[in-house]
């Protein structure tokens, strides 16, 4: 079964700084997609960022970036300019591209969450 | 906005009881896929329907259930509730031709069970 480790629960940042929040997984497939979710207080799971694993270009949206390593099975996210809106719980998510494998079915695979806090 | 509606935002209830509640994906996908959010559980999923038809389930107990009707919206039904039931239920979908591989989330349901 595939599982997904976030080893930092909290991480904290100066406003405008770069931090960088690291996520490990471990699966058998070679084929996936990886995700980032923001989880800010209301609640609501946020789309951060989006990897296809065959890719092997680190996929970026405006002031979010991955480091995707995919022989070690890490998938980092690296927020620039932090903002004070950046401050969230981040969720590193697998999802097998073979809807068939293992009974996965397509269903993501979540790490327990980084709690990134940004000090003005 | 994600597009992905439910109802409703917040929900108490006593032990033992019943509810349900509802999901109404993006327009054109035809995913559904439940999860629950607890503190000491994390995100964990429960079932995902396809079209109307149950395609997978995860660590759901069997005193919930859940359909996925023609017009494609959903319900997750809790039934027997236990004080560790209380926890907030996403709904996510995806499915749409040429993006099927990523799921967006609703904001939630928050059950409380006293």
């Known amino acids: 079964a595939q599982t997904v480790t976030q080893s930092q629960p909290e991480m904290s940042v100066q406003e405008a700084e770069t931090v960088t929040l690291s996520c490990t997984y471990d699966?058998?497939?070679?084929?996936?997609?990886l995700f980032w979710y923001k989880q800010p207080p209301s609640r609501q799971m946020i789309l951060v960022i989006r990897?296809?694993?065959?890719?092997?270009q680190n996929a970026t949206e405006n002031r979010f970036s991955v480091n995707f390593q995919k022989a070690a099975k890490s998938f980092s996210l690296k927020i620039s300019d932090s903002q004070l809106g950046d401050a969230a719980m981040y969720f590193c998510?697998?999802?097998?591209?073979?809807?068939?494998?293992?009974?996965?079915?397509?269903?993501?695979?979540f790490g327990k969450g980084t709690k990134l806090s940004v000090k003005p | 906005d994600s597009g992905v509606t439910q109802t409703p935002k917040h929900l108490i209830t006593a032990t033992g009881q019943r509810v349900t509640l509802r999901c109404s994906p993006r327009?054109?996908?035809?995913?559904v896929y439940w999860y629950q959010q607890s503190l000491d559980q994390g995100l964990q999923f429960l079932i995902h329907?396809?079209?109307?038809?149950?395609?997978a389930k995860g660590n759901i107990l069997e005193r919930f259930s859940a359909q996925q009707f023609p017009d494609l919206h959903s319900e997750l039904n809790l039934s027997s509730l236990e004080l560790g039931d209380s926890a907030l239920y996403f709904c996510a979908s995806s499915g749409r031709p040429g993006h099927t591989d990523t799921q967006y989330f609703g904001p939630g349901t928050r059950l409380t069970v006293l």
């Open positions: 699966t058998s497939e070679s084929d996936y997609y």
């Open positions: 990897q296809e694993a065959y890719k092997q």
């Open positions: 998510a697998y999802r097998s591209a073979d809807m068939n494998y293992g009974g996965s079915q397509g269903n993501l695979i």
């Open positions: 327009s054109g996908d035809l995913s």
């Open positions: 329907y396809y079209n109307g038809e149950e395609r």
